[in-house]
């Protein structure tokens, strides 16, 4: 898709932008606007300024979401195939949001809420997930090599054959975990909460 050269109006028309009448919306300034429902898929919203924007059930499929999140408000937000590399998503919430083939790689999302996500196969490589709810979380296969996890609730969740070489876990919480198959190469587990977690046949049984 070739992006748009025609600028933006000032200021936006919302209605608009809820309509899907704007394909790059590249450094929009949309803060704690309310595009909830909103139909923004294929949308490019690199560097824009979505802080504390409600972007509840909106359709964010294969969007550009490399931009500023923090504390918005994603919850049953469609994001598949959605870009997150290296996006700011501090105290975004997250939950009920459907994932698949989406990258949060690089993303700094210290303190979101993803518990109960289907989050399997994610891409979170070298993110940092400091303090991230992922309670009861669906997250088999999915890649965390070299992410920091200090302090991350992964309390009951799925992390069978998930990749965790080189991440930090640090006060994290496994607690009831499923880590059966993990690649966990490096990882230091001292400090970490492992109680009732289901290893065999991982890392932590060589």
């Keep these: ?7 933006l109006p000032s200021p ?5 932008v809820r309509a899907g009448q704007h394909q790059d ?7 704690g606007q309310d ?30 979401l490399r931009s500023n999140l923090r504390g918005a408000n994603l919850g049953g937000a469609k994001l598949v195939g959605a870009d997150f590399r290296n996006a700011e998503l501090q105290g975004s919430i997250l939950i009920e949001a459907r994932f698949q083939s989406t990258s949060f790689a690089g993303a700094f999302m210290a ?12 891409d979170f490589r070298g993110a940092d997930l400091r303090g991230v709810d992922l309670r ?18 992964f309390a009951d969740a799925n992390l069978e054959e998930a990749i965790l070489s080189g ?11 499923n880590l059966l198959c993990i690649e966990g190469e490096g990882v230091a587990w001292e ?14 049984d060589s």
Excluded: K, P, W, Y
């Design 1 to 7: 898709m070739t992006s748009s050269t025609t600028s």
């Design 12 to 16: 936006l028309d919302i209605t608009a």
């Design 25 to 31: 919306l590249s450094d929009a300034g949309l803060a």
């Design 35 to 64: 595009l909830s429902g909103a139909n923004l898929v294929g949308v490019n919203l690199a560097r824009a300024d979505l802080a504390g924007a409600n972007l509840a059930g909106a359709d964010l499929s294969h969007s550009n």
């Design 111 to 122: 303190g979101a809420n993803l518990s109960q996500a289907n989050l399997a196969g994610t």
């Design 136 to 153: 009861g979380a669906q997250l088999e296969q999915a890649d965390f090599s070299n992410a920091n996890l200090a302090g991350t609730n």
């Design 167 to 177: 991440a930090i876990v640090r006060g994290a919480n496994f607690a009831g975990a």
């Design 191 to 204: 400090g970490a909460c492992l109680d009732g977690a289901a290893s065999a046949g991982s890392i932590l």
